[in-house]
């Protein structure tokens, strides 16, 4: 059964399907359903959508892994700059990081996830899961979970602390600092690491999964031990577990924005960072380099993850979002879903920036099912806008 629905917002001359797929979509979701969606093509604006009661096209939203992507943006400036090395060891940053065997891993071997430092063996705090700097110190005396450079596995909860801190120690300035002065005011992007209190008014609070009964029934069938290294990379094997889809709830994440999931933004600001990241926009040069997004878009890490037990792909820092949508996103392109459903990413090659947000927590968490459609559909538009 399908629902009447209103879709806000503006589409460019070439882009009138992507709206109408947005709205079919939508048409099929539930009463409640929230969302944005917007994307870039060649640093301009071509799609700027919205729906569901109280939201607009500003309203920010937890964006949850897609935090990264920000993170890594500007990992990738310092690379560029020379300020960081890819293949450098990340004691040559950060002495304290030798402890337990980890001497010997590559900065370049720390963004493609193969650390084995998935988290601590007696978990986080709440208060220390918002704060990044301790997140590093703790990890630094703990012993891998697999042997470094061995295999990989999704760092989901602190791969943001543990690069922001190199970060820091080579330029005595966080990721969040950085971020904030180099990409996020100098574009007006609404996608914030550190949320300020002004801004709260337009936060809209993460609505639980409604998982379907079947749906519940394959949750229900997943390995559920409390010392798995899922367990343990989603901090659930702790005295105090985390709570993801109620993560970015909480006040203090979105405050300190740390660097893995504690991102907060709208579907603009997500398309707008990564148009950015490729592309002129607004008369500035593309913030990276082609050589740049190629390093950093280039498969180091696929296969079998151990955290997701599935098929994983990652670049530096990045999903390699190509291997998603492989039938027609460019190789090389850049970008971070986000648990709760969000995905955004930059395509090189067709010059195509994305961004989608929504509120209720996605089935079966990663990007949302829905993205399959409006992916295609805007890599479509652009195809025919040649």
């Known amino acids: 059964m399908t629902r ?18 947005f709205a079919a979509f ?25 729906t569901g009661e109280g939201t607009a096209g500003d309203s920010l939203y937890g964006v949850y892994s897609a935090t990264k992507g920000a993170a890594h943006l500007v990992t990738a400036l310092l690379v560029q700059d020379g300020t960081l090395e890819l293949d450098r060891k990340v004691t040559y940053y950060w002495p304290e990081f030798a402890a ?44 891998p979970f697999w042997r470094p450079g061995t295999a990989f596995g999704c760092h989901a909860l602190v791969i943001g602390a543990l690069t922001g801190e190199v970060v820091r120690r080579a330029t005595g ?26 801004r709260e008014p337009r936060f809209r609070s993460v609505r639980p999964m409604l998982p379907t009964p079947a749906q519940q029934a394959l949750l229900d069938g997943l390995p559920a031990g409390p010392h798995t290294l899922a ?42 960072m990564y148009a950015a990241a490729i592309s002129e926009v607004d008369g500035k040069a593309p913030l990276l380099k082609e050589d740049t997004v190629a390093e950093f878009g280039q498969i180091h890490s696929v296969g079998h993850d151990l955290v997701a037990r599935t098929h994983q792909s990652f670049g530096l820092g990045f999903q390699a979002t190509a291997d998603t949508w492989h039938s027609f996103l ?6 971070h879903s986000g648990a709760n459903g969000v995905q955004s990413f930059a395509d090189p090659r067709s010059g195509i920036a994305y961004g989608y947000t929504r509120r209720r927590f996605a089935f079966p968490g990663g990007a949302a099912p829905e993205n399959d459609r409006l992916v295609a559909a805007v890599h479509r538009a652009a195809l025919a806008a040649r």
């Not at 009447?4 to 797929?21: L, N």
């Not at 996830?113 to 990890?139: C, K, M, S, W």
């Not at 300035?173 to 990409?183: A, G, K, S």
């Open 26 to 50: 939508v048409a099929g979701e539930r009463d409640d359903y929230e969302g944005q969606l917007c994307a870039y093509l060649h640093g301009r604006p071509v799609v700027d959508l919205w």
């Open 330 to 335: 460019g190789a090389g392109t850049i970008g």
């Open 231 to 272: 367990a343990i990379a989603f901090n659930r094997h702790g005295t105090q577990p985390t709570d993801l889809e109620g993560l970015a709830n909480e006040r203090l994440i979105r405050a300190k924005g740390p660097a893995s999931v504690g991102g907060v933004g709208s579907a603009r600001g997500l398309a707008g």
């Open 173 to 198: 300035r966080t990721v969040q600092e950085l971020y904030e002065e180099r990409i996020r005011a100098p574009y007006g992007l609404d996608l914030h690491l550190g949320l300020p209190a002004a």
């Open 100 to 143: 337990e065997g980890k001497g010997a891993l590559t900065l370049r071997d720390l963004l493609a996830h193969r650390a084995g430092l998935i988290g601590t063996d007696t978990g986080f705090t709440p208060a220390e899961l918002a704060d990044d700097r301790v997140i590093a110190e703790r990890l630094a005396d703990q012993r």
């Open 4 to 21: 009447e629905t209103t879709v806000h917002g503006t589409v460019a001359e070439g882009f009138e399907a992507v709206r109408e797929e």
